[in-house]
């Protein structure tokens, strides 16, 4: 809302279960570059298959690069806020969940997935890159943002 910007969620596309976009790769990739033809768009989401082309259109890379225990815990608070209601950024026949299969994605993510999302920003040519490193300095991004605004 501050910069004007669309927002896509990429959760909300790749949990759509009629797509299924977990098994099938190739139209994940496709629908996320129709996604990214957009002119300008804030997206949200990790989803390492598909860096190359959105990193390739962004001008701005922002990596949330959170120590374990904030991704933890948010996970946690997510779960009790969502509990049976909606999330806006899901499709509309997601059920919040969460899984030992997802709480162990979270707690080993800095050590299997941090590395490769650094490589993959470091070969990101020409981009403004944006690292932060818990909480308070994403909201000092929004608050420096909105001073531009």
Same mark, same amino acid.
């Given at each position: 809302?501050?910069?004007?910007? !669309? =927002?896509?969620?990429?959760?909300?596309?790749? @949990?759509?279960?009629?797509?299924?976009?977990?098994? %099938?790769?190739? /139209? +994940?990739?496709?629908?996320?570059?129709? $996604?990214?033809?957009?002119?300008?768009?804030?997206?949200?989401?990790?989803?390492?298959? #598909?860096?190359? !082309?959105?990193?390739?259109? /962004?001008?701005?890379?922002?990596?949330? &690069?959170?120590?374990?225990? #904030?991704?933890? @815990?948010? =996970?946690?608070?997510?779960? *009790?806020?969502?509990?049976?209601?909606?999330? /806006?950024?899901?499709?509309?026949? +997601?059920?919040?969940? =969460?899984? *030992?299969?997802?709480?162990?994605?979270?707690?080993?993510? %800095?050590? %299997? &997935?941090?590395?490769?999302?650094?490589?993959?920003?470091?070969? /990101?040519?020409?981009? %403004?890159?944006?690292? $932060?490193?818990?909480?308070?300095?994403?909201?000092? $991004?929004?608050?420096? $943002?909105?001073?531009?605004?």
């Amino acid at each position: 809302k501050i910069i004007h910007l !669309p =927002v896509i969620h990429l959760d909300y596309y790749y @949990h759509q279960q009629k797509y299924d976009y977990h098994n %099938n790769r190739k /139209a +994940w990739i496709g629908r996320v570059k129709k $996604l990214i033809q957009q002119d300008a768009w804030i997206m949200d989401g990790n989803y390492s298959s #598909s860096f190359k !082309p959105r990193f390739e259109r /962004a001008d701005t890379i922002i990596f949330f &690069d959170f120590p374990r225990r #904030s991704s933890m @815990h948010g =996970v946690v608070k997510r779960r *009790i806020q969502y509990h049976n209601k909606l999330r /806006a950024e899901m499709p509309s026949d +997601w059920k919040e969940k =969460v899984n *030992i299969e997802f709480l162990k994605y979270v707690w080993n993510f %800095n050590k %299997n &997935d941090r590395g490769k999302i650094l490589t993959a920003i470091e070969e /990101a040519d020409n981009k %403004n890159v944006i690292i $932060l490193k818990n909480r308070q300095a994403a909201n000092q $991004l929004l608050r420096d $943002l909105e001073k531009q605004a």
